[in-house]
């Protein structure tokens, strides 16, 4: 198997509640939706939105206990340290709950947490030791 992730989807309560905290808080473009999913378009990677019950169903789980127990941040790694807090403040404004203000970290960058409609942790990063491609990829010096 290649080391790549193609997709990442999220099990969400509420879809249009989802839709309105990542198209319209972020800006973000969804590039297919219907009733049971919706999809973003995001570099080389697909961010996807499932309404919970129906994505357990998919995966032949009980919708009460489907993912009580996984745990995942999701990173949006950024250019400049500034970055991180007007994000931060815009995700506020979107709806989100802000678990960590954006402060330094001790790895040598700056970065804060926050939670979507569903719970599901975010961070916004900066890191001075990462490199930072024109298209967003981010790659880990050897």
Not at 75 to 102: C, F, Q, W, Y
Not at 107 to 113: K, Q, T
Not at 127 to 132: E, T
Request: no cysteine; charged share 25%; net charge negative.
């Amino acid at each position: 198997m290649e080391q790549r992730i193609s997709v990442v989807t999220l099990g969400v309560r509420d879809l249009g509640e989802s839709k309105k905290f990542y198209a319209g808080g972020f800006g973000w473009v969804p590039i297919f939706e219907n009733s049971e999913v919706l999809f973003f378009q995001t570099g080389g990677l697909v961010f996807a939105l499932y309404r919970r019950d129906e994505f357990a169903r998919d995966f032949r789980l009980d919708p009460v206990e489907f993912g009580a127990a996984a745990t995942v941040a999701l990173s949006h790694n950024v250019r400049t340290r500034d970055e991180v807090d007007l994000l931060m403040a815009r995700a506020a404004e979107a709806g989100a709950r802000i678990l960590k203000p954006a402060q330094e970290a001790p790895w040598g960058g700056y970065s804060g947490y926050f939670s979507d409609p569903d719970g599901f942790a975010w961070e916004i990063a900066w890191n001075p030791g990462w490199r930072m491609h024109a298209d967003g990829a981010v790659e880990i010096p050897r």
